[in-house]
């Protein structure tokens, strides 16, 4: 996969969307900051790893691909570009993992920059990694149809094969 700038979607992109993700991030947040105030920090920071405006964004990009899709489509389009972000936004979450763990055991140890670089390189090599495993062929698919090996039941001998045979 090659990394591209697209400005493209900027221009499908809404200022209500923005202002919906903008917002709701901040209720993400003030909520995080009460329930760490009330119950201390330890358990706040558990509920800084919600990534604070993916709810929104998810909802923003259903409603955005249904639309582009149009009524004969509606769902695939979406369900599959919401699949990505939400499992871009899980790699990210166990990149954070990393950091947090190199931050952890680094910081009194090693100089704060060197800390910060080596969290930071952490973070980047297991959120590539996860990225890219998500593209290892498990159970892939063949031109739309599901793979064979998802289901145990036999096929029956009667039933044609929805593959069609290579011709010699």
Do not use: C, Y
């Not at 221009?11 to 105030?37: C, D, M, N, Q, W």
């Not at 929104?56 to 149009?70: C, P, T």
């Not at 980047?124 to 289901?151: C, I």
Request: overall charge positive.
């Amino acid at each position: 996969m090659k990394i591209r700038v697209d400005p493209g979607p900027l221009k499908e992109s809404h200022l209500s969307g923005h202002a919906i993700r903008f917002a709701v991030g901040g209720v993400v947040t003030v909520t995080t900051g009460l329930i760490a105030k009330t119950f201390g920090p330890v358990v706040g920071g558990l509920f800084l790893a919600l990534p604070a405006i993916l709810p929104a964004g998810i909802a923003l990009l259903v409603r955005l691909e249904n639309r582009k899709a149009g009524p004969g489509a509606r769902g695939d389009r979406a369900r599959r570009a919401v699949v990505i972000q939400t499992t871009g936004a899980a790699a990210g979450a166990l990149g954070m993992v990393a950091f947090g763990l190199v931050a952890w055991a680094r910081f009194g140890h090693w100089p704060a920059w060197l800390t910060l670089v080596a969290a930071t390189a952490a973070w980047s090599a297991v959120a590539a990694l996860v990225w890219f495993l998500r593209k290892t062929p498990r159970n892939e698919t063949v031109r739309g149809e599901p793979s064979r090996r998802r289901s145990r039941l036999p096929r029956p001998a009667s039933s044609p094969s929805r593959r069609p045979s290579p011709s010699r």
